[in-house]
């Protein structure tokens, strides 16, 4: 496997995680990514680089069959110690080991930027999707990945100017870096995933480039509504 800081920064993440997750998935994510899920009233679901497993955590609590995959062993075993009761496997999302039309509901949360092989991992997403089934995604928004490199300019007093969005359509990787945790994400454009997903015959039944929820905590609430963090997802796989 290509060295992409997964296994040296999964201690570092899963401290970062909590229970609770970071302030993205607490403020933003969870609450349009849970109601959602819940809504389609799955038997049961798979969690496409489920890390730590803190969402299937969450669906499991509310009575789905959830599965989780990893390619990271060291996330995989937090996982199965934090809830015996979900089934987590080591897998790459290019390979998922599992039968064609397998899961009700597959979630793909904050884990395509992860993937190296992109169209590989959605077209398993796909596959394994039942018939009438959704592919529930969160992702980071491409104007996000586009300026992680260079950040937030900032003015002589350190103050935010903007968030700088440059060679939007250039699909690349790079090294990213924050609280111990130093990983390989990846850039891509939008239209590099809506493509993709279209052309494994799926159909959109939501977008949203949600902002942070009523109450979250400012200051960071303010810097995640001034530039466009994430986008959500909901494809449906046809009958």
């Given at each position: ?10 201690a ?5 995680m ?8 607490r ?38 069959a ?28 290019e ?8 899961f ?6 904050l ?12 077209a ?10 959704a ?38 990787a790079f090294?990213?870096?924050w609280?111990?945790?130093?990983i ?33 905590p ?8 001034r ?13």
């Amino acid at each position: 496997m290509i060295e992409n800081g997964w296994e040296t920064s999964a201690a570092a993440w899963i401290a970062d995680m909590g229970e609770h997750g970071d302030f993205g998935r607490r403020y933003v994510l969870d609450p349009i990514m849970l109601p959602r899920a819940l809504a389609l009233k799955p038997k049961n679901a798979l969690d496409v680089g489920c890390g730590e497993g803190r969402f299937c955590r969450m669906l499991g609590a509310h009575g789905i069959a959830a599965t989780g995959v990893d390619p990271t062993a060291a996330l995989i075993a937090h996982a199965r110690e934090a809830e015996a009761q979900v089934a987590y496997i080591e897998a790459p999302a290019e390979q998922l080991p599992f039968d064609d039309a397998s899961f009700d509901l597959v979630v793909s949360y904050l884990a395509l930027i992860d993937i190296p092989d992109y169209r590989a991992g959605i077209a398993e997403m796909a596959r394994v999707l039942k018939p009438g089934g959704a592919l529930l995604i969160a992702s980071l928004n491409g104007f996000n990945t586009a300026g992680t490199e260079t950040g937030w300019l900032r003015d002589a007093r350190g103050e935010l100017l903007c968030y700088p969005v440059d060679h939007y359509l250039d699909e690349r990787a790079f090294w990213t870096e924050w609280r111990g945790i130093r990983i390989v994400n990846h850039h891509r454009p939008l239209q590099a995933y809506m493509q993709v997903l279209i052309g494994e015959g799926l159909q959109l039944k939501h977008f949203e480039e949600p902002a942070p929820i009523h109450g979250a905590p400012e200051p960071k609430a303010e810097r995640y509504r001034r530039a466009p963090w994430f986008l959500v997802m909901e494809w449906a796989k046809p009958r």
